[in-house]
T-cell receptor
Framework: DQQVKQNSPSLSVQEGRISILNCDYT??????FLWYKKYPAEGPTFLIS?????DKNEDGRFTVFLNKSAKHLSLHIVPSQPGDSAVYFC??????????????FGKGTLLTVNP | NAGVMQNPRHLVRRRGQEARLRCSPM?????VYWYRQLPEEGLKFMVY????????ESGMPKERFSAEFPKEGPSILRIQQVVRGDSAAYFC??????????????FGEGSRLTVL
């Protein structure tokens, strides 16, 4: 049973436009959410995170929005750049249970930003 | 390179052989985690170790898989009698703290195991 779902396997966006990557979760115990970015043949690198006490977190061109009632989060990248082309993983953890290291990952969305 | 170091990057084994994957955490990190990514899947937690201790192995298959993080040297993920279904990318991550640490995990580049 997939507890973190990224329903779009791929997304293609024009350079300069906004990229919106979506993620849904089913486990109501999740209270911490992260986005990781992965280039081919490399490990995932941390991008941005959000705690369930917030509904928005911004870092430069990257903003994550959390809608707890809908169990949905999204990552906005604006403006998108060709170097942003990568696989983006949504991940979640349950801090209240103490196992914040046990991340549950989605399957990822391949973002392609066209010049 | 002060990042998480994994080796080998690629490993090919025949069914029934043993696979050993090594991970050296980032300098100053004493908490190591192993994740596995099967084809077309997301990463899945396997095990969390500190030096000489297994803290949480709830994601490890019950048989053939073991992990250690000795006092000296890298962490090792060992898979005995490999089967084709073990073919995957195995990622190691580390962190400076454990427990209720709220920071990020730092991942290595992964070891890709192919079982023929």
């Amino acid at each position: 049973d997939q507890q973190v779902k990224q329903n779009s396997p791929s997304l293609s966006v024009q350079e300069g436009r906004i990229s919106i990557l979506n993620c849904d979760y089913t486990n109501s115990m999740f209270d911490y959410f992260l986005w990781y970015k992965k280039y081919p043949a490399e490990g995932p690198t941390f991008l941005i995170s959000i705690s369930s006490i917030k509904d928005k977190n911004e870092d430069g061109r990257f903003t994550v929005f959390l809608n707890k009632s809908a169990k949905h989060l999204s990552l906005h990248i604006v403006p998108s750049q060709p170097g942003d082309s990568a696989v983006y993983f949504c991940a979640a953890s349950d801090h209240s249970g103490g196992s914040n290291y046990k991340l549950t990952f989605g399957k990822g969305t391949l973002l392609t930003v066209n010049p | 390179n002060a990042g998480v170091m994994q080796n080998p990057r690629h490993l090919v084994r025949r069914r029934g052989q043993e696979a050993r994957l090594r991970c050296s955490p980032m300098k100053g990190h004493s908490h190591v985690y192993w994740y596995r990514q099967l084809p077309e899947e997301g990463l899945k937690f396997m095990v969390y170790l500190q030096k000489e201790n297994i803290i949480d192995e709830s994601g490890m298959p019950k048989e053939r898989f073991s992990a250690e993080f000795p006092k000296e040297g890298p962490s090792i993920l060992r898979i005995q009698q490999v089967v084709r279904g073990d073919s995957a990318a195995y990622f190691c991550a580390s962190s400076p703290e454990g427990g209720r640490y709220t920071g990020e995990l730092f991942f290595g580049e992964g070891s890709r195991l192919t079982v023929l």
